[in-house]
């Protein structure tokens, strides 16, 4: 159980253009998803908090028009990267928070690593 | 704020050794924490949680004993295979409205043949 996914697990895409990235709960739902990133040999920096159904909450010195996310329902986040570039390669990574979840446990994804050319 | 310590890596170990990574934390009232486990190129797994003082975690071989008293939360494996090779954090929640994990910076544990 507590399974998430992502997709896709792997892109490239050209400078200025948009790529999406799809979190899913698969056998749980749930209100907060998280959005991360993470750099070679870092910890996870975290960089917004999407409730179904209301606005995203961002961290400080994220870009919210660079950095869309929506989440349109209990099982499924999406993380938009708009006006790719070089900079925002990264290795993506989304965490789910179960309805139930009475510790506060996240469950990961597999992440999507993103390189931008 | 909350704040999480862990025990520089790299750690490099003999398969069948005793594994210890020591996590300290700074947090208000009670939080839950947690370790989780990240192989290459994946995303974070959780290993093991506990969630008020002297709860022992456990999985997989793995234990973790929540203590208040020093604000601790070591991860201990008696021994260690190679298949264990991988990134380990140590992280909290915090007893109050935020959903928010905080991290540790990562423990790099390989375990040699």
């Not at chain 1, 899913?24 to 910890?43: G, N, V």
């Not at chain 2, 959780?46 to 071989?61: E, P, R, V």
Request: charged letters at 15%.
């Amino acid at each position: 159980g507590a399974v998430v996914s992502q997709h896709p697990s792997r892109v490239i895409c050209k400078s200025g253009t948009s790529v999406k990235i799809e979190c899913r709960s698969l056998d749980f739902q749930a209100t907060t998803m998280f959005w991360y990133r993470q750099f070679p040999k870092q910890s996870l920096m975290l960089m917004a908090t999407s409730n179904e159904g209301s606005k995203a909450t961002y961290e400080q010195g994220v870009e919210k028009d660079k950095f869309l996310i929506n989440h349109a329902s209990l099982t499924l986040s999406t993380l938009t990267v708009t006006s790719a570039h070089p900079e925002d390669s990264s290795f993506y990574i989304c965490s789910a928070l179960p309805l139930d979840s009475l510790a506060g446990e996240q469950y990961f994804g597999p992440g999507t690593r993103l390189t931008v050319t | 704020g909350n704040s999480v310590t862990q025990m520089e890596g790299p750690v490099t170990l003999s398969e069948e050794a005793f594994l210890t990574i020591n996590c300290t934390y700074t947090a208000t009232g009670y939080p839950s924490l947690f370790w989780y486990v990240q192989y290459p190129g994946e995303g974070l797994q959780l290993l093991l949680k506990a969630t008020k003082a002297d709860d022992k975690g456990s999985n997989k071989g793995f234990e973790a004993t929540y203590r208040k008293e020093t604000t601790s939360f070591h991860l201990e494996k008696g021994s260690v295979q190679v298949s264990d090779s991988a990134v380990y954090f140590c992280a909290l929640r915090s007893s109050g409205s935020a959903r928010q994990l905080t991290f540790g910076s990562g423990t790099q544990l390989t375990v040699l043949p």
